[in-house]
């Protein structure tokens, strides 16, 4: 080979490498590049032990029901996996129905515009998102509602993520993000005139008492929406295949336990709220939610091999190959969820809080 073939070839080939690892990524853009991949919170030398940590709970299943335990156990989890979260599926940490002739950021927007206007808050007033993650429904909501929205997660590289973002976005006036936890959270009675979760308080070991403090900070009169991941009326418990898929979408997503769907509303008022509505909006007629998880598989093998390169070449921490991993099969747990109908990450449920 000539030096000018030899060089023309090499320039191809690093031309290549490049887009690979720092151009090519998921559909949605991304919030983060292959080559910042890390650990959250966590120093780069001790993701793999944080790794192994997180799945030595699952060894003592137990301390995982408990309101002391949980917060490390899903404190943990959010810095092993936020990064790969954002790089590969985007700043919203959650599902959606499909929606034909729309992209999956367009069905995303509107699945989170549909909870600010189902708890009909008006500009300027001041509602919480509970288990905010970085902060994307926050800023879809903020933007389309103009509210005044406050977020509260239980981790401190996740508000760090979400304050960078809302500064980026222009929303840093309407969006404020605070580190607590949701069982005992910061504030003051009869603060907030609307609140709304996404797919977050499945991390609670106890629905009841979340639900609880949700209900405390709210101001009397005031909605709250929240979309729950539940198992459904299909789940079979005597069913070795559910039960498998079951535990797999717990033992990959940091849950203490999934919730039957016939617990939610039954929860909601022992606590003292009004029910005003409840849908699983993954039932048909609509789209499966679960699409872009098997049309992202060739985008995972894509993906993993960034992740084997950057790991191995010292970039990305030790340890991000397993977090990797443990997401593909976790999502493969989920799809099958979503195909049988025995789980539903988007069970609705609508509530107020009574005048008196």
């Not at 129905?97 to 515009?113: N, Q, V, Y």
């Not at 969006?175 to 009869?190: A, K, Y």
């Not at 979340?210 to 900070?217: L, M, P, W």
């Not at 559910?242 to 022992?270: C, F, M, N």
């Amino acid at each position: 080979m000539d030096s000018v073939a030899f060089f023309f070839t090499g320039a191809l080939v690093a031309g290549g490498i490049y887009w690979f690892l720092c151009v090519l990524g998921p559909a949605e853009r991304k919030g983060k590049r292959a080559l910042d991949l890390s650990g959250g919170s966590i120093s780069a030398e001790k993701v793999q032990d944080n790794y192994k940590q997180y799945w030595s709970f699952f060894l003592r299943p137990k301390e995982i029901e408990t309101a002391e335990k949980v917060p490390d156990f899903v404190d943990t989890f959010y810095n092993l996996v936020t990064d790969i979260y954002e790089w590969g599926w985007g700043q919203s940490f959650h599902f959606s129905p499909s929606i034909r002739g729309k992209s999956h950021r367009d069905a995303t927007r509107l699945h989170e515009e549909m909870a600010v206007d189902l708890i009909r808050v008006k500009p300027g007033q001041k509602i919480l998102d509970v288990g905010c993650g970085v902060g994307g429904p926050m800023r879809a909501i903020a933007s389309h509602s103009r509210a005044n929205v406050v977020g509260i997660t239980i981790n401190e590289y996740q508000v760090k993520r979400a304050r960078e973002h809302n500064r980026k976005a222009g929303l840093d006036a309407l969006c404020e993000v605070v580190c607590g936890n949701f069982l005992q959270m910061p504030f003051d009675d009869n603060t907030f005139e609307g609140a709304y979760s996404i797919e977050a308080t499945c991390h609670a070991p106890k629905l009841e008492e979340v639900y609880a403090e949700i209900y405390r900070v709210l101001k009397p009169g005031s909605l709250y929406v929240s979309y729950e991941w539940v198992t459904t009326d299909k789940f079979n418990a005597e069913n070795e295949e559910h039960v498998e898929v079951i535990q797999g979408i717990e033992r990959g997503d940091a849950l203490p336990g999934l919730r039957a769907y016939s617990d939610i509303a039954q929860t909601a008022k022992k606590v003292g709220f009004e029910v005003v509505e409840e849908k699983d909006l993954a039932a048909p007629p609509a789209e499966p939610w679960w699409t872009r998880l098997k049309m992202g598989r060739l985008a995972y093998w894509r993906n993993h091999i960034v992740v084997q390169v950057l790991s191995a070449v010292g970039v990305a921490p030790k340890g991000t190959v397993d977090v990797h991993e443990m997401l593909f099969k976790t999502a493969d747990f989920l799809s099958r969820g979503g195909e049988t109908e025995i789980f539903s990450p988007m069970h609705m449920i609508l509530c107020r809080k009574p005048i008196s």
